[in-house]
Every structure is written in structure tokens, then in C-alpha cells.
């Protein structure tokens, strides 16, 4: 590892919990050459979340959702 990333990791592993969190999706994103993906996936997002705030969909606990996914595969 370069001086410089051993540097820069130490910097980051000065962050707190929630801004290292936020500096990794960052990079993450950084890799992520596809722009139009991103945009579909955020247009999704808001698609979705606009469903559930109207109402056009029913949300369940994860606990429930889990239970029915194991009740189908027996």
C-alpha cells in the first residue's frame, strides 16, 4: 500500500461511524461509471416511496415478509 492511501486511511478511520459511512458510498459511487443506471434506479426509488406514501401499497414488517418467503419454500 502507497504512502499516500496509508495516509488517507488513517484520515478516514478518524471519521466518525456516520461520516465514514457517508465517504464510503462515495467511492462506491466513484466506481460506478453508469450515470443512466444510477438515475434509473433513483427515479425507482422515488417511484416506490411515492406508492407507499399514497397508499397504492401495503408495507409489512420485515418479520412478517421473512415468514411468508419461509412458509412458501417448505
Known amino acids: 500500500m502507497g504512502i499516500q492511501l496509508e495516509v488517507l486511511e488513517a484520515e478516514a478511520l478518524k471519521l466518525t461511524l456516520g461520516e465514514r459511512a457517508a465517504f464510503a458510498q462515495?467511492?462506491?459511487?466513484?466506481l460506478d461509471e453508469d450515470a443512466e443506471i444510477e438515475e434509473a434506479w433513483a427515479a425507482e426509488v422515488e417511484r416506490r416511496i411515492a406508492?407507499?406514501?399514497?397508499?397504492?401499497?401495503?408495507?409489512?414488517?420485515?418479520?412478517?415478509?421473512?415468514?411468508?418467503v419461509r412458509a412458501a419454500l417448505k
Open 26 to 30: 462515495l467511492l462506491l459511487a466513484s
Open 51 to 68: 406508492d407507499v406514501e399514497s397508499g397504492r401499497v401495503q408495507v409489512i414488517p420485515v418479520s412478517a415478509a421473512l415468514a411468508q
